[in-house]
């Protein structure tokens, strides 16, 4: 037997590789007055950095819900006119008495609930807002009317006309129905984009966006739809997961164990700051932990906020590696069929490994229809219980805990 005595054991173990975690500290910058708007990739860092300015309508391109966005940083407000498409021609500036009682804002907490899908009808699942879904043609047909004001307080009033054959159709005029102007976006036009945008102003279309799936966070200002009030923070990117440790004793060991992450867009949000009336304080003891579109984990911690004299976000990046095996078990819809569906439908997964799976059931609105836990295993056939279902449209929506996967479903 040899004996090695404790001295060279010491040396031994201080020449042995040191297990640490990644860390690398970044700053961000979305430019003085905060005009910009960064796109942010865990991995790669910076994507781009564009004018936040110069755009009034966000389209949505993927997905179902038939998003469209107002541009709160650019201080464009929308409001709901209370007239239906058939008075479009017969309105005046008279009509808009009492509007600002009516303004609807984006959804930031769900990016693909834009300003006008708020006035959707909860008990109507084929109300999209702006439009009723048919289930027929798989048309979205405008049926509102909405007041819009531009940054330089003009108000025009808006028609959205259509959705047909993945094109937006929409009207735009002055109140008295003069300069009014009928344009189209084509989704075909912004591939493997969130969004394609439209300027008012400019009567100008945009792609501003870098592709879907090249990137995590978007550093930005917005409104705030809880307090009708612009704020300068983080969002993320569909399909991100993200959480926030609060409290922890030390933000450099602090890990995610005991939190529950969420794909809320506004998890990390505005309020890891604060202004204490001469300059922006940061919130100690706070921990942000993302799970990027490669499930692969980071942890965040703010160091610092410039304002609005620079714009730029500092914070320290922690690199925590790709997922476990458990926590990465990988989760493939294959099919859901018939679709669409008279009775039960049956959905097909493979998962690589022994795990549970929820799966949630909801309308266009959002309104969860049926949820369930599923044991899965390799290749498994999953009865979704759409026989019960009234006819329209729902997302099927496959939840590993650490993956999500959705999946459109027509009953008729």
Known sequence: MIHISTTTKLMIALLLPITTIAQVSETVTINSGYTNQTFYSMANATISTI??????????????E???????KNNVKLFKANKDASEWSTMTAADTTGMYNYELLNNE???????????????DMFDLGWGEYDLGSHAVLGDS?????????????????????????????DLD?????????????????????YSIANDQFLDREPTKDSWDLCFQQYVDHFIN???????????????????????????????????DNNLIGYDWKSFNGSTFVIEDSVAYFVIDKNNHKWKMVFTGFGGSANGNFYFDKYDMGPLSVLENN????????????????????????ATTVTVDVTDLNGRLVSSF???????????????????????????????LQQLKLVVQ
């Open 145 to 173: 009317i909405y007041f819009i004001r531009l940054n330089n307080n003009a108000v025009k009033k808006i028609w959205i006309e259509s959705l047909i054959n993945a094109t937006y159709n929409f009207r735009i005029a």
């Open 330 to 353: 990988s989760i493939e819809a294959i099919a859901l069929y018939p679709n669409p569906a008279t009775g039960n439908s049956q959905l097909v997964i493979n998962s690589d490994n």
């Open 51 to 64: 004018d936040n300015t110069d755009w009034d309508l966000g389209f949505q391109i993927s997905g179902f």
């Open 373 to 403: 836990d599923k044991k899965v295993n390799g290749l498994n056939n999953i009865t979704i219980p759409s026989e019960s279902f009234v006819k329209g449209i729902y997302i099927v929506k496959i939840n590993s805990g650490k993956q």
């Open 66 to 72: 038939a998003a469209i966005l107002i541009n709160s």
């Open 229 to 263: 009030y612009k704020v300068t923070g983080v969002l993320t990117n569909d399909s991100v997961q993200s959480v926030k440790a609060y409290p922890v004793n030390d933000v450099t060991t602090a890990t995610d164990a005991g939190y529950g992450y969420s794909f």
């Open 177 to 197: 129905g003069s300069n009014e102007i009928q344009r189209s976006l084509q989704k075909l036009s912004y591939p493997a984009k969130n969004f394609g945008y």
């Open 109 to 123: 907490a769900h990016m693909f609930n834009g300003a006008f899908n708020t006035t959707a009808d909860t008990s």
